[in-house]
């Protein structure tokens, strides 16, 4: 069993940054691809990033490429999502997910444990 905690989130203003953190116990997080995920309110979940077992091959959405920058710290056993110059429309609900493989998943369904989420608010 793997237990996730995200923190970080919050208000802030667009163009500001935020980095939210997520703690997992249970499993090292050193040996599994991890992700973050956000929903807004209306919407489906939607992948933001993920990051592979080694730390060195990421993939991001789209629309925060080049602003966002997930990365983990083996020994903390912490995943971090890094949030620069951020806009309304990532206004949502962030959540981190572990995945039992070691290669880089974009789908939720390549996750099994997932936290229960932060809320960052971004006010134009």
């Known amino acids: 069993q793997v237990q996730l905690v995200e923190s970080g989130g919050g208000l802030v203003q667009a163009g500001d940054s935020l980095r939210l953190s997520c703690a997992a116990s249970?499993?090292?997080?050193?040996?599994?691809?991890m992700g973050w995920f956000r929903q807004a309110p209306g919407k489906e979940r939607e992948f933001v990033a993920t990051i592979n077992w080694t730390g060195r091959s990421t993939i991001y959405a789209d629309s925060v490429k080049g602003r966002f920058t997930i990365s983990k710290d083996n020994a903390k056993n912490t995943v971090y999502l890094q949030m620069n110059n951020l806009k309304s429309e990532d206004t949502a609900v962030y959540s981190c997910?572990?995945?039992?493989?070691?290669?880089?998943?974009?789908?939720?369904?390549?996750?099994?444990?997932w936290g229960q989420g932060t809320q960052v608010t971004v006010s134009s």
């Open positions: 249970g499993r090292s997080v050193s040996t599994s691809a």
């Open positions: 997910a572990y995945s039992s493989s070691s290669g880089l998943q974009t789908t939720p369904g390549g996750y099994h444990y």
